[in-house]
Structure formats: structure tokens, C-alpha cells
């Protein structure tokens, strides 16, 4: 129960962690992108703007300028073009081939009015990467367009590298998390574990307490019984004894579960001889039933990895609990079968079934499904909890299809042992 809390708040804090990481991560690369690669593209608007401007101006005074200025691509630089009649009429552009061939381009370049376009160029090995911008103007009447450009190139590896970074720290902190969900889960689960040991500790120290005063009372019934006779009260008492040492042994063996070792590899344990005995022994207990239990199987052999003494723990509960739910004249049978994956143990009765709001809690400790039903029936409502820890502890599974007054299926599974 603790390991299961434990590996539940372990993944809990983890995905917290990891998410909460992540969240940051596009946190900062949107913050990022909006600092700079809004900022420069609002640069480049103010450029073209500033661009326009002087284009008015130069109605006035037109002549042909073309510039070319050293360019690199690890330079943030930016660069205008004004297009007349599908001819450059005025440029600030790179020098070099890079200018050739971004001349070129821009002569090319199918751009809308003041929509950013990115395009790339490959220039030596080296990849230029452009944001740009145009607008429309008029020149001596004559319809042009006016592109200005910014070479990206330095930005986008920069971001290139940020991710990089940003993607290791990811998966460091991912790594991270698991330790660090480690450590909140143990510290979160501390007081619990203490408690539960306490509680542990109690159930032990007082079943063992109480096993001496019942041992005492057991011993005393049967010696009056053996100098008196019997007698109806002194049966009584040694029924409730009885039923008294059961629950005692219940418990303690509930205190012990948790602790015993789950992960041992068990030999595999050929359950079909286990079955056959069981029933011999239930049947010869209930020589007064009308019909005896039977098994149902057309395999040979069924093997699972699972200690002898846990079958026949978990068989015991299922088989007491049939033969305490069902009338004496209705059927009780067991079933084995496997599907090469799975190996199923059915216990099926005819007896008094359970209401389907008690399904969901008969696996619970001490719940008793329908008090009035079972007043007659002895029972704390511990065996299917610790049949239900036994099977789990061995990789199993439990589960119950039942409708009231027709009967009850109880089918455990296991892994089949290879
Ligand atoms: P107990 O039988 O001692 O009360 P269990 O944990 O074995 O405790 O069972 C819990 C409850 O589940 C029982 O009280 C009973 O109401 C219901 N139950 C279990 N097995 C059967 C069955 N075969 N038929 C009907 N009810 C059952």
C-alpha cells in the first residue's frame, strides 16, 4: 500500500515537475521571440518607412544610385532596393556575389505590401537567411516598388543554439525531476509510514495479546466439556473462540503482508494438483451439501509462479466464502484455464450473489456487503482483502461478476509460468 502511494506520488510530481519545466521552456522562447524577432522586424518596418520618405523626395531630384557596402552573414545589417519598370533604380546592397544573387532574387521576389516575407539563400556553403519587407511608390508617375531587407542569418543560429540548449536542459531537468519527485514523495509520505508502522506494530502487539486469553478460554471449554458433557453454551463460547483465534490470525497475517517480499521469483507451481486437493479437503468438511464441488478443466497441466501456501490461502477464502454464501442444495464449482498468457481460476457458486453497489468495496477491509443478509453468516470481511494482497503481490488479479440471488463468479488471474 505504501510502495503503491509512493510509486502514485513519485509520477505525480515528476509529470508537475517536468510540465511545469516545459510550460517555462515556451514561456521563455515566446518571451524570446517577441524581444527579439518582433523587435527587429519592427526595425525593419521603421527602415522601409524611412525608405518611402526619401523615395518622395527623390522625385524631385532622380538619378540612379547603386551602393555596396562589405557584408557578412554574422552581420545583423539591412539593405533597400527600389524597383522601376523591373529594374533597380536605386540600391543599399551587399557587396560580392551574395549581391549579385540578392539582386537577383529581390527582381523575383513576389511580395505583397507590407507583408514580412523569409526566404534563404545559399552563397558558398554559407546559408543567408532575409526577412523582407516592400511597399508600392510612385516615381515620375510610374508605378515601382520599394524592398528592404535584413539579414537574419545571425539571429536564427543564435536560436538555433538556444534551442539546442533549451532542449538538453529539458531533458537534464526531466532526468532531474524523477529524483526530485523521489526525495518530495518520501519526505510527503514520511508521517504516513511512521503512522502506519505504529498501527502495524499495534494489530501485531494486541493479536498476540489476545491469543493467550482465547487459548486459555479454548482449553478451559473443552475441560469442562470433557467433565460435564457437552452442552449448548459451552458450544457457543468455542464458536466464537473459534471465529475470535480466525480474525486474530487474519490480522496478523495482514500486519505481516506488507512486509513480506514481493519480488521473489517463485518456482512454477502446477496448480491443478493444488485444486484437486483443496476440494477433496472442502468436500470431505462439507459431507452435508447436497452436491459436491467439482472442477472443470480440460487442461493437463497449469502452471504458475506462485508459492504453494499463497494458492492455497487464496483458495481457501474463495472456497469458504461459496460454501458460506450458498444454500447447501446449489451448486459450487471450480474452473482452470489459461489462454497461454493467463491462467484463470474461476470459483463459481449458485448462493445468494452481491447487490453491485457492494462489488466496488467487497475487496476492502472489513466491509461486509449487506449486514442483514449476512447476519446469520460468520465473517469480519477480511479474507478477499487478503486474497485480493496476495494475488496482487504476485502479479495477479481479482474480479467478481455476480447478480443477486443467482450466484457469484470469482475469477483470479496469473501470468503464466513459461
Ligand atoms: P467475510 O466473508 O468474512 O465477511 P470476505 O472479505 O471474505 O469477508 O467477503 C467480504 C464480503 O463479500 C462478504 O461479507 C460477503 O458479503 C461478500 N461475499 C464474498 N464472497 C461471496 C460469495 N461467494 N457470495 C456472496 N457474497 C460474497
Not at 523587435?39 to 526619401?54: F, G, K, Q
Not at 461459496?322 to 471450480?334: C, G, N, Q, R, V
Not at 476492502?364 to 478477499?384: C, Q
Given at each position: ?416 509460468a513459461k
Open positions: 500500500m505504501i510502495d503503491k502511494t509512493k510509486k502514485y506520488l513519485v509520477w505525480q510530481y515528476t509529470c508537475i515537475i517536468f510540465a511545469i519545466s516545459a510550460l517555462l521552456f515556451v514561456g521563455c522562447d515566446s518571451i524570446y521571440h517577441y524581444v527579439i524577432t518582433h523587435n527587429l522586424e519592427e526595425n525593419l518596418a521603421d527602415y522601409l518607412n524611412e525608405e518611402y520618405r526619401e523615395a518622395l523626395d527623390y522625385n524631385l531630384n532622380f538619378h540612379e544610385e547603386i551602393h555596396s557596402s562589405a557584408a557578412d552573414a554574422t552581420m545583423i545589417q539591412t539593405f533597400s532596393y527600389w524597383i522601376l519598370d523591373s529594374k533597380i533604380i536605386h540600391a543599399d546592397q551587399p557587396e560580392g556575389t551574395i549581391g549579385k544573387e540578392l539582386l537577383d532574387k529581390v527582381l523575383r521576389l513576389d511580395i505583397a505590401d507590407r507583408e514580412l516575407t523569409r526566404f534563404k539563400l545559399k552563397n558558398q556553403k554559407e546559408i543567408w537567411k532575409f526577412a523582407a519587407l516592400a511597399t508600392s511608390f510612385t516615381l515620375k508617375g510610374q508605378q515601382g516598388k520599394i524592398v528592404v531587407l535584413m539579414n537574419m542569418t545571425p539571429i536564427e543560429k543564435f536560436t538555433h543554439t538556444y534551442k539546442k540548449i533549451g532542449f538538453i536542459v529539458l531533458f537534464v531537468i526531466c532526468l532531474l525531476s524523477y529524483f526530485i519527485a523521489l526525495s518530495l514523495a518520501n519526505r510527503a509520505i514520511a508521517p504516513i509510514v511512521k503512522m502506519y508502522h505504529r498501527q502495524k506494530d499495534f494489530v501485531s502487539n494486541a493479536s498476540h495479546e489476545l491469543k493467550t486469553p482465547l487459548g486459555v478460554l479454548m482449553a478451559y471449554s473443552e475441560l469442562i466439556e470433557t467433565k460435564y458433557g457437552s452442552n449448548a453454551e459451552i458450544d457457543v463460547i468455542k464458536d466464537e473462540v473459534k471465529n475470535m483465534s480466525g480474525l486474530i490470525n487474519d490480522l496478523l497475517y495482514l500486519s505481516k503482508l506488507d512486509s513480506l517480499k514481493t519480488n521473489v521469483k517463485r518456482p512454477p507451481l502446477d496448480i491443478l494438483s493444488c485444486l484437486k486437493e483443496t476440494i477433496k479437503k472442502f468436500n470431505a468438511l462439507a459431507n452435508d451439501r447436497k452436491f459436491p464441488i467439482t472442477l472443470k478443466t480440460d487442461k493437463q497441466n497449469l502452471t504458475v509462479s506462485l508459492s504453494l501456501g499463497d494458492l492455497e490461502r487464496i483458495l481457501n477464502v474463495l472456497i469458504e466464502n461459496a460454501l458460506k454464501y450458498t444454500p447447501k442444495d446449489k451448486h459450487i464449482s471450480l474452473e482452470a484455464d489459461t489462454d497461454d498468457k493467463k491462467v484463470y481460476i474461476r470459483v463459481i457458486d449458485e448462493g445468494i450473489g452481491i447487490e453491485q453497489k457492494d462489488i466496488a468495496h467487497i475487496f476492502e477491509k472489513f466491509y461486509r456487503a449487506d449486514e442483514s443478509h449476512n447476519r446469520n453468516i460468520s465473517g469480519y470481511g477480511l479474507g478477499l482483502s487478503i486474497a485480493k494482497e496476495i494475488i496482487e503481490q504476485n502479479r495477479g488479479s481479482i474480479s467478481v461478476i455476480s447478480h443477486p440471488g443467482k450466484g457469484s463468479v470469482f475469477t483470479v488471474e496469473f501470468p503464466a
